[in-house]
């Protein structure tokens, strides 16, 4: 499938979607399922390929680890192997070969790995050579890169024979993907301690309890569906499987589009998303939710709301560097990603007049969320958008799910 044309909807949307699975949630219940010697009834496990390969990768005793593009397979599969003394050669594709990961390696080396870098310090290909226990029973660990690093050590630390303190310094960020992963634990009986005031984890040595274990739908994949119905004239859609009290920080969408037009009702079922007035103007710090920067960026900038961000300093190590990314393609639709304030503070300053815009062609930099989130422009003006695979990374149904409400073709 070389591109996709997404076409204005013809009528008033009406639908009902069952939302793919949360990777997040899923790659952490592989992991502690895997710990409890694969003893859990795992259910609603995600198609998403990030988890999929975590599942193979999981049951596969080849030497090589291939995660592809998958940054918590990669981290989380990482500290796993290490701990459980696997001799593995972890790699990906040439995206995650740039994607930094020395603070993990540094933490499981401080721990007892024997791990080498096969090309350069600091980033895969690793080479895990065993695991001799140090002793050690605190660490400290920057919190200001990737939580990834946070939340694939604390998985593996009821492990250790004394457990583990982890003191995260600089500003966290993902916080609530910590969360996620602490209560997932808890889950399946774990008693950890988090002093967020002084940003301490403890996690004492204890067996994980088999349990079984639902996974929520995905809340980031929410988050495109959010933005469907703020740019279309007529919409109600009802989204199928999410929560109010959910585990996922980007449940935080519903907050955010209640300035960019979209109320959210819980249903029994999931939630339901309604239309109502937009405001001219928001500032948003996404230090806790960067996955859905991309979404509320587009969005306002088709639907003319002035936006400022803060806290998107990881956007730059995702599956692209997605500041450029999402600046290139802004540029294409006649708005604008600026720089304010260096690595700080952006704006959106939204598209002046849509009438003038010829379907323009959006280039996915092998980033979902940038195919994801541009996609919704297509309920304004057609939009093209490039290499649509790339969406199997977190949500595979995606285009499926997409012609329920409005008609979309190969091109
Ligand atoms: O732990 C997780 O499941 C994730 C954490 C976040 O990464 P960072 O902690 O690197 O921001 C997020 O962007 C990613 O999509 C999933
Ligand atoms: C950043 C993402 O994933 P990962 O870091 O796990 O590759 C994402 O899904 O947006």
Redesign the pocket.
Known sequence: MKSILVNPPKQPIRAEIQLAAS??EC?RALIINALTGFKCELTNISEAR?SQTMLRLLNSSDQVADVI???????FLTAYFAVTNQQKTMTGTAR?CE?PIGILVDALRFLGADISYEKEEGYPPLKLNGFTYSGNREIKMRGDV?S?YISALLMIAPELPSGLTIQLEGEVGSRPYIEMTLNQMAHFGIDYQADWQKNTLFIPPMKYQPQPYAIESDW?GASYWYSIVALAEDAEVELLGLKKNSLQGDSAIVNIMKHLGVESTFTERGVLLTKIPAAASIGWDFTDC??LAQTVAVCCAVKGIRLSLTGVE?LKI??TDRIFALQQELKKLGAELKEIEKDHLYEVHAIQDPGVIQSPSIHTYD???MAMAFAPVGMVFPVVIEEPGVVV??YPGYWKDLAKVTSWEEI
């Open positions: 990777k997040s790659n990030d593009d998958a940054g918590t397979t990669m981290r995650m994607r990737s990834q980031s960067p996955d990881s995702k599956e980033d979902h969320r990374k977190s």
